[in-house]
């Protein structure tokens, strides 16, 4: 994210695979905040973290999982 600061023409390419990744696929737009939030916990991410958790934990509770 900090990378967008300094190169502002990337902005438009970044935001349209960011916003792609997120939307179903090949798996449910669920599990792949659920993985995410996976990720940025063993990475040890605080924004990543801060970001995904309150996310991730509706879906974990839709989903009958814990986040």
Do not use: H, Q
């Not at 997120?22 to 993985?35: I, N, Q, S, Y």
């Not at 924004?47 to 974990?60: E, K, M, N």
């Amino acid at each position: 994210i900090r990378m967008l600061n300094y190169r502002a023409d990337l902005v438009p390419a970044f935001f349209d695979f960011y916003m792609r990744m997120r939307g179903d696929g090949l798996l449910p737009a669920r599990l792949k905040e659920l993985v995410r939030l996976r990720i940025a916990r063993l990475n040890t991410c605080r924004y990543c973290l801060g970001s995904l958790s309150p996310i991730a934990a509706y879906l974990a509770r839709s989903l009958s999982l814990s986040a």
